[in-house]
């Protein structure tokens, strides 16, 4: 379950790709090993983004 702080960013990473950039987004998930939220957005699927628990986005 991803935390507030990771939904924050997701949100705003989302709103980023979609409106901002015009770019699909193809994957959310979150991996239960580090959890983390990765993001795999971008018409060549080339942008991936990881929102770590605090929110911080890599």
Known sequence: MPTAAQLESLYRVSYQL?????QPIHLVCVDHRTRNVYVLAGYGEDLEFEIVPNGEVF
């Open 18 to 22: 979609t409106h901002t950039m015009l």
